[in-house]
């Protein structure tokens, strides 16, 4: 493994252990011996550089860890040297603050999060969209409201990275009230575009929406999470990937929706309004 990597992985679950261990910098690098300039400069990723072996083995028995999954090397967090199955399937059911999906949210808080969505961004949708969809889908229109807020807050986090990729026709569909959206009635689905486009400015720049053309390239719904594992969304349950191997090539099909992305971040609150303002004639553009 390239040491730039090496470097890339241990900072991610450096962090990883900072969050979930609840301690600020201070008393986290006491519990490791070093001193809290160390950890900044370990965090900040500023050099290459991997700590001294006594501060990895510091880290990795202080919080129970091995050292293979401190270094990247291995998912398997645990000491036994037990290995983890490669991908897991998980029921996406529950109040969302309760559910796995939020665990590994907040597990990547600091590492960039790769999102492509099935349909209109849970964070993105207003009461009455969330009142519609969960009518038609037959799910908990509290556990959609419960996701959509969580997201919400995620994203006004400072240190958040999100990127969201999606085919642009999705919300050129929504606009004219084709397919599961015909009975939206088209003033909700304007305010629908209109809500959009204010969050999407007020969110820029930590969390990123880009639009790809979907007849030239196409996607199944899926969020990678940094570099620790990626949750395939298939309908009420997600097939989780833990190997690093495919977080990698999943990584990278991301990146190449991204540089295939028609309106970019930039562009996206834009591209809405205009959604939001076209004039709709029986059910057309």
């Known amino acids: 493994m390239d040491k730039r990597d090496l470097s890339v992985l241990f900072r991610e679950r450096l962090k990883v252990l900072l969050i ?5 910098q201070s008393a986290f690098a006491a519990t490791v011996g070093i001193d809290r300039s160390a950890l900044s400069q370990l965090l900040a990723g500023t050099s290459t550089r991997l700590p001294r072996a006594e501060t990895l083995l510091n880290i990795a028995a202080e919080h129970k860890v091995s050292l293979d999954w401190l270094l990247g090397l291995s998912q398997d967090e ?8 490669s991908f897991e399937i998980e029921e996406g059911l529950g109040g969302y603050d309760r559910t796995l999906l939020a665990k590994w ?3 990547a808080a600091g590492t960039k999060i790769r999102y492509v969505p099935a349909g209109i961004p849970d964070l993105l949708r207003t009461d009455a969209l969330i009142d519609y969809e969960s009518d038609i889908s037959n799910r908990s229109r509290e556990a959609q409201a419960g996701e ?3 997201r919400i807050d995620y994203n006004r986090r400072p240190e958040t990275d999100m990127e969201v990729c999606m085919p642009r026709h999705t919300l050129e569909i929504f606009a004219r009230g084709l397919g599961v959206w015909s009975g939206f009635p088209e003033e909700a689905r304007r305010e629908q575009l209109s809500h959009m486009a204010r969050l999407l400015d007020d969110l820029y720049p930590t969390f990123r929406l880009f639009l790809y053309d979907g007849r030239l390239r196409y996607s199944v719904p899926y969020t990678i999470f940094g570099s620790l594992r990626a949750a395939i969304y298939v309908g009420d349950m997600y097939l989780v990937l833990n190997a690093t191997q495919p977080v990698r090539t999943l990584t990278r099909h991301f990146d190449h929706l991204i540089r295939a992305a028609e309106i970019n971040a930039h562009e996206a609150a ?3 309004r205009e959604l939001a303002g076209v004039s709709f004639d029986g059910g057309g553009i």
């Open 78 to 85: 645990g000491l036994t040297g037990e290995i983890r199955a």
């Open 270 to 272: 834009g591209f809405a």
């Open 20 to 24: 979930r261990s609840g301690a600020n």
């Open 105 to 107: 949210h907040a597990e």
């Open 148 to 150: 959509t807020q969580y």
